[in-house]
């Protein structure tokens, strides 16, 4: 059997945009996964041992906003960077609340389907639509994007009608018009993007492979002109086209980052990426083996 303490300890490193340098470290090392940075840039919200927190980029302290047994995952901002929606697993099934990143307040039951698993992905900047990843509740290994408009009563709007293979890192363009996310429908990791039009009337439907080579975890930069995603120990990018349709560039690779567990922003205003790095030297967690545990074992 395994022991505690089996998750390796990152750490949130800033890295230059353009070199992949180190810069610096933000927070305390530990078991962090999930990492994604406020759109104000003044906080990040985290998952660590189940829960959802919020390191708070100029104080250097952290806000834990999610409390008792459930699993928590994948936290997501609003827009105005006032709360942070997350999934949350009840019953084998993971559903999605919020509450406001201060850590007061309760927490609000935003989407609960069924027999289904849903997990945030992304918020639209304008506050109108919430991207989210659904799967079966138990056991799922394929997932599709859907979205959740926010009006009262609005049911969810699927964002394709397969679950052939898996969509996941759903992301929106600034403008709204377009969304990047990767699948594996070609039996690897790639990032692609197709018009984002939920409504009735909208734009017929396009779609764009973006990256040549494998890709995940794709982000815009905050002109939209660009995208940026990472693979293999290394990030790329590609121009973005929108001022007639979508049109992309050819995907350049910018610099190899070793060692990266997580990403919580490829590139911020000032031209820096935050991701999750390895935290000094991982100590390897050994397995442990107990023999003859039968002998251990009292009858009724």
Not at 39 to 65: F, H, I, N
Not at 164 to 183: C, Q, V
Not at 247 to 263: C, D, F, I, N, S
């Amino acid at each position: 059997y395994r022991g505690g303490g089996a998750n390796p300890r990152v750490q949130l490193t800033w890295v230059d945009g353009k070199t992949g340098k180190d810069l610096g470290t933000a927070g305390e090392p530990g078991s962090i996964i999930a990492p994604r940075l406020s759109p104000d840039e003044k906080r990040v919200a985290y998952v660590k041992e189940k829960d959802v927190w919020v390191l708070d980029l100029e104080r250097g302290s952290s806000t834990r906003l999610t409390f008792g047994p459930n699993g928590h995952e994948l936290p997501v901002w609003l827009p105005d960077s006032s709360e942070v929606a997350y999934g949350s697993r009840v019953n084998e099934a993971s559903q999605i609340f919020k509450r406001k990143a201060d850590g007061s307040g309760p927490e609000e039951l935003l989407l609960k389907l069924p027999g289904e698993s849903v997990i945030p992905a992304d918020w639209a900047r304008d506050g109108r639509f919430l991207v989210f990843t659904r799967s079966g509740a138990a056991g799922a290994t394929r997932t599709t994007l859907a979205a959740l408009p926010l009006g009262k009563g609005a049911a969810p709007l699927r964002l394709s009608g397969t679950m052939d293979f898996s969509e996941t890192e759903g992301r929106l363009s600034p403008d709204g018009h377009y969304l990047a996310y990767d699948s594996n429908e070609t039996g690897r990791s790639e990032v692609y993007v197709r018009t984002f039009s939920p409504e009735p009337g909208g734009q017929p439907a396009g779609k764009w492979l973006i990256s040549d080579n494998g890709g995940q975890a794709p982000e815009w930069t905050s002109d939209g002109r660009k995208l940026i995603w990472y693979f293999g120990g290394g990030f790329y990018a590609a121009s973005a086209d929108t001022s007639h349709g979508f049109r992309a560039g050819v995907p350049e690779r910018l610099y190899p980052v070793a060692g990266v567990t997580g990403v919580a922003a490829l590139l911020t205003s000032k031209g820096q990426g935050l991701l999750l790095k390895p935290a000094g030297q991982q100590v390897e967690e050994p397995i442990n083996v107990l023999v003859n545990w039968m002998s251990a074992i009292k009858p009724n």
